[in-house]
């Protein structure tokens, strides 16, 4: 079975905090893909990250970094320096490397107060 | 380049009417998706088109849905009847090639409202 766990629902911080938001994945395939999404207030989904299952080296974009952990299952991701502009719905994705479509996890709503 | 957009952004309807939503890929994208997001849960597949085809249609609910994409271009979801609980967000995404190796792009979503 495959599956996409994000267990914290919501997340509060004060901005220039650091936060990591979690992800953990089922599946039984060796080939997969692992996503990131972020839902902003005005409600479209921008695409943060893409990782394939073989690439476990972590990732770091500005303020953003992601970890990846086949041993845990996991693929956590973490604002360094929060800004309220972080504030939003953040969804973790499973694509399996046999199919096209994706496996969302519930999401987590990311507040950040000034 | 412009996204995935998605016509309307909110609809209201009374149980029992029809409505049809719209989706434009970006261009140049064969592949098309639908997804649905039901109050307070996951994302969930409905549907994927390659060009015109569907190749995919196992996450759609029941045969109240009706999905087109003629030409391969821009592609409709007919909910007739709708009910109480087809209200959620309707989301539509396009990638130029399958799997995971290509990113799915999302529209802004239509919001869906039965009363």
């Known amino acids: 079975a495959q599956k996409v766990t994000q267990a914290q629902t919501e997340i509060s911080v004060v901005e220039k905090e650091d936060v990591t938001l979690d992800c953990v994945y089922e599946?039984?395939?060796?080939?997969?893909?692992l996503f990131w999404y972020k839902q902003p207030p005005s409600g479209e989904l921008v695409f943060l990250i893409r990782?394939?299952?073989?690439?476990?080296q972590n990732e770091i974009s500005g303020r953003y970094s992601w970890n990846f952990q086949k041993s845990t299952s996991s693929f956590n991701f973490t604002i360094t320096a929060s800004q309220v502009v972080d504030s939003a719905v953040y969804f973790c994705?499973?694509?399996?490397?046999?199919?096209?479509?994706?496996?969302f996890g519930t999401g987590t709503r990311l507040q950040v107060f000034p | 380049e412009a996204g995935v957009t998605q016509f309307p952004s909110h609809s209201v309807i009374e149980k029992g009417q029809t409505v049809t939503l719209r989706c434009d890929p970006i261009?140049?994208?064969?592949?098309l998706y639908w997804y649905r997001r039901v109050m307070g849960k996951e994302i969930k597949f409905l549907l994927h088109?390659?060009?015109?085809?569907?190749?995919?249609e196992s996450g759609m609910p029941n045969n109240r849905f009706l999905a087109e994409r003629t030409g391969g271009t821009y592609s409709t979801l007919k909910v007739q009847p709708a009910e109480l609980e087809d209200s959620g967000v309707y989301f539509c995404?396009?990638?130029?090639?399958?799997?995971?190796?290509?990113?799915?792009?999302f529209g802004p979503g239509t919001r869906l409202t039965v009363l």
């Open positions: 995404a396009s990638s130029r090639g399958r799997s995971g190796l290509n990113t799915q792009y």
């Open positions: 599946t039984r395939d060796t080939t997969y893909y």
């Open positions: 088109f390659v060009k015109e085809s569907k190749q995919d």
């Open positions: 990782r394939n299952s073989f690439d476990e």
């Open positions: 994705a499973l694509c399996q490397g046999n199919t096209d479509k994706l496996i």
């Open positions: 261009s140049g994208h064969d592949n």
